[in-house]
Structure formats: C-alpha cells, structure tokens
C-alpha cells in the first residue's frame, strides 16, 4: 500500500521559504509516476501546486511557478517543496500525492496534510 | 486559469440520488476526458472517487458515478447515505496544468 507522509516546519515568517518533505512508502519514486503537492487553504478550496518524475522533470501551476521548486531525491524516496517570499495567502493545509500524470491526471494516493501559518 | 465552477452545496435525503455539476471551458473540462473527482470528509486528506471522467477506482462504491457534457462535467451519488455527507471536488487537466473547482458541500438531510 503507497502511503505518503508530509513533514516541515508548522510556521514560517513572512518573506520566508517555505520547505515541505514529503516522504513515500510502499512504492519507489523511481518506479515511476509523478509525485504532486496540493495546499488548501483554511476553509477553501484545493490548488494544485507542482508535480515532479523521478527524473526531476516538473510541472508547475502558472500562477506560483516564480516561487516553486520542487525536487526529488530518489534515494531517500521522497521529494520536497520549497515555496519563496510567502505571505500570509500561503497558510494552508499542504498535501503530497501521487500523481497520474499523463496517465489520466488524477491524484490517487495523498498524505494526511500538514497545516503550515505564515505569521511572524 | 481560473477554478472550475461547483455549486456550493447540495442536499438530499438517505436513499435519494443527487447530482454534483463542475462547469469549466473548452480548454479544461471540455477539452479534454480527464476530470477526476475527490471526496473530502472534515479533517481528512482528499479522496479520489472518480477519474477519466467515469471510472471508478478499486474500492469506491458504484453508488457514485459520472460524466461529462461538453464543458460541464457531474458527479452523481445514487442511494444517498450518511457517509456522504463531505465536500466534494473536481478537477481536470489543462495545458501542462491542473485545476480544481471550489468544492461543493453535500449535507444528508
């Protein structure tokens, strides 16, 4: 059973980075698919953020391209977010999951979700 | 690229079906057979019930099925019962991106 797991730091100071890990078990990255990060908002609705291969090929949601990197390192099975210059509109629930790019572009397995505020 | 559009919420008694719509354009929904639908129950992570448009991943009951009329895509859920009562979500595919609707929230009466 895949199962993914998001961990990082709860609370990050406005202008900051954001660093989100998430780590996969079940399946190996290099297996193939690719692996996506989502954010929810409180109380609203979802947003795709990026996707990632194992190659480290990536897609990434126009509207927060000039501030997302995603990456992945295989070897750890696991792949990161790092989101730049946040505000406040960042804080949200941030989900990792895999992705069915080219394949039907669904998410089919997600994490639990890690609540991050932006606040100082 | 702008959310695709969901009532915000519907209702319908246990037994009863209801029907779930996500309106989008020509260049998302209606472009291409790849919307996907999530179920989310308060504090919990997304959970995919229909992708393709009409397919039904192993485990999710045929209660709910769905399709797709040019830019409108729907979410139906026949035999209502209390464990679907949650938000619901659409997504589809567009251009090398994705795009969610606003979620619509199912209440059983």
């Known amino acids: 059973q895949v199962q993914l797991q998001e961990s990082g730091p709860g609370l990050v100071k406005p202008s900051e980075t954001l660093s989100l890990t998430c780590a996969v078990s079940g399946y190996s990255i290099s297996s193939g698919y690719y692996w996506g990060w989502i954010r929810q908002p409180p109380g609203k609705g979802l947003e795709w953020i990026g996707s990632?291969?194992?190659?480290?090929?990536?897609y990434y949601n126009p509207s927060l391209k000039s501030r997302v990197t995603i990456s992945v390192d295989t070897s750890k099975n696991q792949f990161s977010l790092k989101l730049s210059s946040v505000t406040a509109a960042d804080t949200a629930v941030y989900y990792c999951a895999r992705d069915r790019w080219s394949r039907g572009y669904y998410f089919d397995y997600w994490g639990q979700g890690t609540l991050v505020t932006v606040s100082s | 690229q702008s959310a695709l559009t969901q009532p915000a919420s519907v209702s319908g008694s246990p037994g009863q079906s209801i029907t779930i719509s996500c309106t989008g354009t020509?260049?998302?929904?209606?472009?291409?057979?790849?919307v996907s639908w999530y179920q989310q129950h308060p504090g919990k992570a997304p959970k995919l019930m229909i992708y393709?448009?009409?397919n039904r991943p192993s485990g999710v009951s045929n209660r709910f099925s769905g399709s797709k009329s040019g830019n409108t895509a729907s979410l139906t859920i026949s035999g209502l019962q209390a464990e679907d009562e949650a938000d619901y979500y659409c997504?589809?595919?567009?251009?090398?991106?994705?795009?969610f609707g606003g979620g619509t929230k199912l209440t059983v009466l």
């Open positions: 020509s260049s998302d929904v209606g472009g291409y057979n790849y």
């Open positions: 990632i291969y194992h190659s480290g090929s990536t």
């Open positions: 393709d448009v009409s």
């Open positions: 997504s589809s595919y567009t251009s090398s991106s994705r795009v």
